[in-house]
């Protein structure tokens, strides 16, 4: 694929993976992409692991759904993210950012818009949407052939002082370098974040994969090869929408938005 078009077809996969083992030569390749990203004093501060291992991917799907499920019921969800759901045409074309919710799935849309009052949390419970929700990330994760922890080494990572900030900023170039291996190779890529959202899950998964002291687990993918017909998840977390030039982009100083070019393609 040319360079751009990789770019432009990179996406968030929402759905399920070819239930196929991802290849030993195409699991070095995106290790192998990650380490070519640029570090602060090339210090290269980020470990993977990779997770092939059938039971060990059990154990995280549990602690996948079983943290979407805890997650959704709590309504703690919605009361953090609410800012992020775009509920009309309008109000997306307005900010362009966020999660349109005419993208979700027939069964949630009806509640969603609710789900921010108290009545319609207990009635989302009721209707057993938080553990169907939970269910299907965890079929989900348990169906990816691979799984992906991004740890950074404690040396470098110190959040408090300049290289915990360059640490995220090189960590995320890396993933950033897996992504787009991920589009070139037919392969999808989704964060695993809800562990990280409900105390001690995330211990759980140090646990699990034997992180030593001196490592701090940041991030977990799914990663997998991708079917030709994309079935759409349950839920859907992922928007093609970006934002106008003149909404993030300005010239010499911050008081002038750059204009939209007559060519670009907005999604
Ligand atoms: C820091 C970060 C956290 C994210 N969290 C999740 C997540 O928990 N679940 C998910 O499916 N996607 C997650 N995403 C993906 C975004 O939803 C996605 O990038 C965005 O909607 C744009 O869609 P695209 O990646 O397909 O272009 C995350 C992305 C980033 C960079």
Redesign the pocket.
Known sequence: MEFLEVIRR???T?GHFLPDPVSMEHQHLLVEAASRAPSHFNSQPWRFLLIDDPEIRQNVAEIGGRTMRELMEGGRFFQRYRKYFRFSQAEMDEKRDG?FIDQMPKIIRPFISKVFTDTGLSLMNKLGIPKLLGNDNRKLISGSPLLLAVMLDKEEYIPEDLSGFYCVLSMGMAIEHIWLTCAELGMGI??V??PMEIPGAWDELTKLFKVPDHLELMAIYRLGYVPEKQQRPKID????HRKRFSQFVFRNNCETPEPEPDKRQLD
């Open positions: 990179r996406r968030t929402n999660i989704q964060f974040s809800t977390w992922s928007s093609r």
